[in-house]
């Protein structure tokens, strides 16, 4: 089982709300990802949590908020967005040892208006 | 500088044809790997293929086969009897063993299959 799940599909959002992202896995991955991806580009990577801990932070603005409660669960939570945070947001879960292939959810498609 | 390049933006194949998508890589890294993803409309990002630099012999996995040529650092994608369902985007991406979780993706190629 290779599946990584996102809620929700589609979000639209005003610019004051507050909400939040989730994603799921069972493979007993032990490194999560958040990827933003505008259309036509590739995936920009955001965060990185190893054993449930923040690695990686590449310089994201503090109205995005990553969470990662347990080894299996990702949240990211939203607050005072702005209408360029409208993208595709991916979820990807990996082995800690190299390669680090990645398995990517569906995604959730945010509008922010 | 570009580490992962992929030149071709679009391609159209016929279906039941084979369709090369090129990637080309720069690394000074003596261990890495190559990833193929296919990211249809939906949006999702669907792993491929999978090449690992120390890896003698070329990956497959069913229809996709990965012409890996090291001293070139190109790991190009062949798709073999093209399929409607293959109409999709495709990136090439890389990462690097001494970087750690960081992935680099290519541009992308978008592929077209037509009836």
């Known amino acids: 089982d290779t599946e990584v799940t996102q809620t929700p599909k589609h979000l639209v959002m005003g610019m004051t709300n507050k909400k939040s992202l989730k994603c799921e896995q069972h493979m007993g991955h032990r490194a999560m990802y958040w990827y933003k991806q505008k259309a036509k580009k590739p995936p920009e990577l955001m965060f990185v949590?190893?054993?449930?801990?923040?690695?990686i932070n590449e310089s994201v603005p503090s109205r995005f908020s990553p969470e990662c409660p347990n080894s299996s669960l990702l949240n990211l939570h939203l607050h005072a967005l702005q209408p360029e945070d409208s993208a595709l947001y991916l979820c990807?879960?990996?082995?800690?040892?190299?390669?680090?292939?990645?398995?990517f959810g569906p995604g959730t498609r945010l509008l922010v208006l | 500088a570009q580490k992962i390049t992929q030149t071709q933006p679009g391609m159209f194949v016929q279906e039941k044809e084979a369709v090369t998508l090129d990637c080309t890589y720069d690394t000074s890294d003596q261990s890495y790997g190559l990833f193929w993803y296919k990211q249809p409309s939906s949006g999702e990002m669907i792993f491929l293929i999978y090449?690992?630099?120390?890896?003698?012999q070329n990956a497959t996995e069913g229809r996709y086969s990965l012409n890996f040529q090291k001293a070139r650092k190109s790991a190009n994608l062949v798709i073999s009897a093209s399929q409607l369902g293959d109409s999709a985007m495709y990136f090439c991406?890389?990462?690097?063993?001494?970087?750690?979780?960081?992935?680099?993706f290519g541009a992308g190629t978008r592929l077209f299959v037509k009836a």
């Open positions: 949590y190893s054993y449930e801990k923040l690695s």
């Open positions: 090449q690992g630099s120390y890896d003698e």
């Open positions: 991406a890389m990462r690097e063993d001494s970087v750690g979780f960081k992935t680099i």
């Open positions: 990807a879960s990996s082995f800690m040892g190299f390669p680090k292939t990645q398995y």
